[in-house]
């Protein structure tokens, strides 16, 4: 994943949707899935709370939707790397199958 550059304008609002992503990425990574559904859902409704109380001013939306950009640029490399870790778990399992199968013709004859 690539480093996400955050712009020097961000809101409070912005800046508590980049933490919450932030911390949504540690745990992804950590494998800690009671924390990742846990910051799921506060990045979920802080997103949706952060538009609902967008000013629709061109500056301002202009800030706070390079903002949500940032975010979901982070969570789509997290999204990429569980792809990553879910593809290398199946080839595992494919070889365990395998091996299984080998073994139990082996025992048979």
């Keep these: 994943m690539t480093d996400i550059i955050v712009p ?6 912005g800046e508590r949707l980049i933490h919450l992503a932030g911390e949504l990425c540690q745990a ?28 629709w001013s061109e500056e301002a939306a ?23 870790d879910r593809q290398a778990l199946e080839a595992g399992r ?3 199958r395998r091996l299984r199968l080998v073994y139990s013709r082996a025992e048979a004859e």
């Design 8 to 13: 020097e304008d961000i809101s409070p609002n």
């Design 28 to 55: 992804s990574r950590a494998h800690d899935v009671r924390r990742v559904a846990e910051l799921d859902h506060a990045l979920r409704a802080h997103a949706l709370a952060m538009v609902g109380a967008m000013t």
């Design 62 to 84: 202009e800030a706070d939707i390079r903002v949500l950009g940032h975010a979901i640029a982070m969570l789509r490399g997290i999204a990429e790397d569980l792809e990553k």
């Design 94 to 96: 494919a070889r365990e």
